[in-house]
């Protein structure tokens, strides 16, 4: 990857934080926003009301800084699950994180509907889910990509039947629409505390897999290759499906089901930087950042009421997606 590329991904997410500050209902100018952060940051005396501080802080930023949080995790983890299992049509729900976390959130909703228990539940649930697809997948003492895919399509099946029969017992005037509304997925009850709880586990693993991103290049290349050269197969696929599970699992327990990012966002990485893992993971993170947060501030300011992220990014993602498909002729790399 160049100095340019490398610059350009760097920059790019930074630039669009910062403009995104400035994109919301209420209107806040640079000079303003400035002596806000040098306030709360530096300390240097300012005369700032507290809406502009209220804004700032505890509305724009906590939600910019998930939404870039949530698409690098689902990017990153797209990308990894895709060199994997070898299969470009692998997405980071492919063993069943997002229906088990779904399942996971409608339960606490109809018993609670505690943020908090929402949010403990779609991540317990959701690592839960994945351990069902890999004990399943195990079946033959060993984990094949084929026996993992379909182990995780069967729990995925399992929990949406669960999620129906919740949303079937729920009481319809008020915890069915809050179940049908954060399945749709969308960041605007996202604070500081929501910050705090997911970006530590999103971090961790985004950077486990950073660290064994050149072992993807070699398992890629088929499991008896890998073992040929030295690779643990088994133990690097579990390691695998674990860091990217802790991410996807913390993005999706604070912002519900947003799909196509983890399935489009790596294809559109390796049209920028091509197909080696060393490359295309740190690309997915700045990429996937970039989409979810522009996707964000769409939702948020197209039209007078909130769109739901997840409809947003899978009314723009499947077409896009097309795109890809024809211009590459469905000869991914």
């Known amino acids: 990857?160049?100095?340019?590329?490398?610059?350009?991904?760097?920059?790019?997410?930074?630039?669009?934080?910062?403009?995104?500050?400035?994109?919301?209902?209420?209107?806040?100018?640079?000079?303003?926003?400035?002596?806000?952060?040098?306030?709360?940051?530096?300390?240097?005396?300012?005369?700032?009301p507290d809406t502009v501080n209220s804004v700032l802080?505890?509305?724009?930023?906590?939600?910019?800084?998930?939404?870039?949080?949530?698409?690098?995790?689902?990017?990153?983890?797209g990308a990894s699950f895709q060199g994997m299992f070898k299969n470009p049509l692998v997405s980071p729900d492919i063993l069943g994180v997002s229906a088990a976390a779904g399942f996971g959130a409608a339960l606490a909703i109809v018993l609670d509907g505690n943020a908090a228990l929402i949010q403990f539940f779609a991540f317990i649930f959701g690592l839960v889910g994945v351990v069902l697809a890999y004990l399943i997948s195990r079946v033959y003492r060993t984990t094949p990509a084929l026996m993992l895919v379909l182990s995780g399509v069967v729990v995925s099946a399992f929990f949406s039947a669960l999620i129906s029969v919740i949303k079937y017992i729920a009481d319809p005037f008020q915890k069915l629409p809050?179940?049908?509304?954060?399945?749709?997925?969308?960041?605007?009850?996202?604070?500081?505390?929501?910050?705090?709880?997911?970006?530590?586990?999103?971090?961790?693993?985004?950077?486990?897999?950073?660290?064994?991103?050149?072992?993807?290049?070699?398992?890629?290349?088929?499991?008896?290759?890998?073992?040929?050269?030295?690779?643990?197969?088994?133990?690097?696929?579990?390691?695998?499906?674990?860091?990217?599970?802790?991410?996807?699992?913390?993005?999706?327990?604070?912002?519900?089901?947003?799909?196509?990012?983890?399935?489009?966002?790596?294809?559109?990485?390796?049209?920028?930087?091509?197909?080696?893992?060393?490359?295309?993971?740190?690309a997915s993170i700045s990429i996937g950042a970039c989409y979810l947060l522009v996707m964000d501030n769409i939702a948020r300011t197209a039209i007078s009421a909130e769109i739901p992220l997840g409809i947003l990014t899978a009314v723009i993602g499947a077409p896009f997606f097309a795109y890809l498909l024809r211009r590459t002729k469905g000869g991914w790399q």
């Open 178 to 282: 809050a179940i049908t509304f954060w399945l749709m997925g969308s960041l605007g009850d996202v604070d500081g505390s929501d910050l705090l709880l997911a970006l530590p586990p999103i971090i961790l693993g985004a950077f486990g897999l950073l660290a064994v991103r050149w072992r993807l290049n070699v398992l890629a290349m088929g499991d008896e290759e890998a073992r040929s050269l030295g690779i643990k197969t088994e133990l690097l696929k579990g390691f695998v499906i674990l860091c990217a599970t802790i991410a996807t699992a913390s993005a999706v327990c604070v912002s519900g089901i947003i799909g196509w990012v983890g399935l489009v966002i790596p294809h559109v990485g390796r049209m920028l930087v091509g197909p080696d893992h060393k490359a295309l993971l740190p």
């Open 57 to 77: 802080f505890n509305i724009r930023l906590p939600r910019i800084l998930m939404a870039m949080a949530v698409g690098a995790a689902l990017s990153v983890s």
């Open 1 to 48: 990857m160049s100095k340019r590329n490398i610059a350009i991904l760097i920059i790019a997410p930074l630039g669009l934080l910062l403009a995104s500050m400035f994109i919301g209902r209420y209107s806040l100018d640079f000079f303003t926003a400035l002596q806000a952060f040098g306030q709360r940051f530096f300390s240097i005396p300012a005369d700032i």
